[in-house]
């Protein structure tokens, strides 16, 4: 059984041509002449990409019921990275090309958001900000400032960031894992 155009709203989970979208932006337009439709902008869960699509009022659309669960990291094997399910402590065992980019930000024990469908993840989310020990950089130099005040630094999970002159090796810094930009330096 599908849902009617009216049902629609951000966040809202459904299913096109078989691949599992949500909902970002929707708006429903009732013309003074003709049916009433809903445009939409959707992001695809599996590779994030926006596909804007109308649905006209006599459509039914299925809903695809997506499970959020809390996962911790706890290793990795070549390609296959293992965490484990926060509720019933189950090992789950997540592709590289899964998690994409999102590798270089992985540490011990780190939380995450998975997102599945029919037991198929299909997304892992990172928390949007966390806090990482430098383990190699160069020393600023005072006064050095041809480089705009930045120099790289490589985090305890392997990934380089800019980071500002001050900054030193053993020094905690927080990163956003969605830009990988340096946020702050932390106590």
């Given at each position: 059984?599908?849902?009617?155009?009216?049902?629609i709203?951000s966040?809202?989970?459904?299913l096109?041509d078989?691949?599992?979208?949500m909902?970002?932006?929707?708006q429903?337009?009732k013309?003074?002449?003709?049916?009433a439709?809903?445009?939409?902008?959707?992001?695809?869960?599996?590779?994030?990409?926006?596909?804007?699509?109308?649905?006209?009022?006599d459509?039914?659309?299925e809903?695809?019921?997506?499970?959020?669960?809390?996962?911790?990291?706890l290793y990795?094997?070549?390609?296959?990275?293992?965490?484990m399910?926060?509720?019933?402590?189950?090992?789950?065992?997540i592709?590289k090309?899964i998690?994409?980019?999102?590798?270089?930000?992985?540490k011990?024990?780190?939380?995450v958001?998975?997102?599945?469908y029919?037991?198929?993840i299909?997304?892992?989310?990172?928390?949007?900000f966390?806090?990482?020990t430098?383990?190699?950089?160069e020393?600023?130099?005072k006064g050095?400032?041809?480089?705009?005040?930045?120099?790289?630094?490589?985090?305890?999970s392997?990934?380089?960031?800019q980071?500002p002159?001050f900054?030193?090796?053993?020094d905690?810094?927080?990163?956003?894992?969605?830009?990988?930009?340096y946020?702050?330096?932390v106590?």
């Amino acid at each position: 059984m599908g849902i009617s155009i009216n049902e629609i709203k951000s966040g809202l989970t459904i299913l096109v041509d078989g691949i599992v979208y949500m909902v970002v932006e929707f708006q429903h337009v009732k013309p003074g002449k003709g049916a009433a439709f809903t445009r939409t902008k959707l992001r695809n869960l599996k590779n994030s990409l926006i596909l804007e699509r109308t649905f006209r009022g006599d459509e039914k659309i299925e809903e695809a019921y997506v499970e959020e669960r809390k996962l911790q990291f706890l290793y990795s094997t070549g390609e296959i990275y293992n965490f484990m399910d926060q509720e019933n402590f189950e090992e789950i065992a997540i592709s590289k090309d899964i998690l994409g980019d999102k590798i270089k930000f992985l540490k011990d024990n780190i939380e995450v958001a998975s997102y599945s469908y029919k037991d198929d993840i299909l997304n892992v989310n990172l928390p949007n900000f966390v806090q990482y020990t430098i383990t190699h950089t160069e020393p600023g130099i005072k006064g050095d400032t041809a480089k705009s005040g930045t120099k790289p630094a490589q985090i305890e999970s392997g990934a380089v960031v800019q980071v500002p002159l001050f900054i030193n090796i053993g020094d905690r810094i927080k990163v956003d894992t969605r830009s990988g930009e340096y946020v702050e330096r932390v106590q």
